[in-house]
């Protein structure tokens, strides 16, 4: 990385997470080998995120918490976060899905060894596994994913996940236009991130929707709306995908 203070950024947007952030942060620090910063991406002073962060920045100097004044919300939360952030390369990651941040150090692995720009966490291929959550948002997800990638021809077989690494000059270049609500900005920066023909990764992970309890904050009829708008945003954009770019990169052992 140019920045050699800091490899890593992880974005870390909260919405009354107390407990799953403990263990996220607990499990990241165990886990990551090399200079990271934490930044715990907040929307309000009462979030119960706070008193457990404060807590955690008395053992560790890396973690940050930072106030978001942009607007409510994941989105604005993430924009927020790596606005404030020191690498050069960021990662987003949901706070309620603490298991797939295991898979950090292999998603770095495609950045720095295989050249990656851009790479995503996926829930469906090589092995990938999606747990818990609701039952209506499980069965829309993977439906959504596979028939999007059907027909467009997208690399990646999970695009609306929230765990995304990215050099952050793919980030500058993305315009994001979702409007906050949930995750759709997740979606739309996967196809994006096609569009400007990065070269995209793809790491496999186990999820588990809300394993430590939290507020979830899904909302079935503005999500779908938003989602579903970035669908056929991507469909209507296929001629502008890059054909030479049709095949993901992963780390050789799940191609075995």
């Not at 060894?113 to 469906?124: E, G, I, L, P, Q």
């Not at 500058?172 to 996967?190: K, L, M, T």
């Not at 938003?226 to 054909?243: D, P, Q, S």
């Not at 049709?246 to 780390?251: A, E, F, G, Q, S």
Request: glycine residues 8%.
């Amino acid at each position: 990385m140019i920045n050699k203070e800091c490899d890593l950024s992880v974005i870390l947007p909260v919405y009354n997470e107390d407990q799953s952030l403990s263990i996220m942060i607990k499990i990241l620090e165990a886990t990551l080998d090399f200079n990271h910063e934490v930044l715990v991406v907040y929307d309000d002073p009462s979030d119960t995120s706070i008193p457990p962060a404060k807590e955690l920045q008395k053992i560790f100097s890396n973690i940050n918490l930072v106030y978001n004044d942009i607007g409510r919300g994941a989105q604005n939360a993430v924009i927020k976060g790596i606005e404030s952030s020191k690498s050069d390369l960021v990662l987003v990651a949901c706070v309620d899905e603490v298991i797939p941040i295991i898979a950090i150090k292999e998603m770095m692995e495609l950045i720095n060894k295989k050249n990656c720009d851009f790479v995503s966490a996926t829930r469906y291929s090589f092995g990938g596994k999606r747990y818990g959550g609701s039952l209506v948002g499980g069965v829309l997800s993977r439906s959504a994913n596979f028939i999007f990638r059907l027909i467009t021809g997208i690399v990646f077989s999970d695009s609306t996940t929230g765990m995304k690494m990215m050099k952050k000059k793919v980030w500058n270049q993305i315009n994001i236009e979702s409007d906050p609500v949930g995750w759709a900005f997740a979606f739309e920066i996967a196809i994006k991130a096609q569009l400007l023909g990065c070269k995209m990764g793809e790491i496999p992970v186990k999820g588990v929707d809300r394993l430590f309890g939290g507020t979830s904050t899904f909302k079935l009829v503005p999500w779908f709306k938003e989602y579903i708008r970035w669908f056929m945003w991507g469909i209507r954009k296929i001629n502008r995908f890059n054909r030479s770019q049709k095949k993901i990169i992963t780390l050789d052992k799940y191609l075995n």
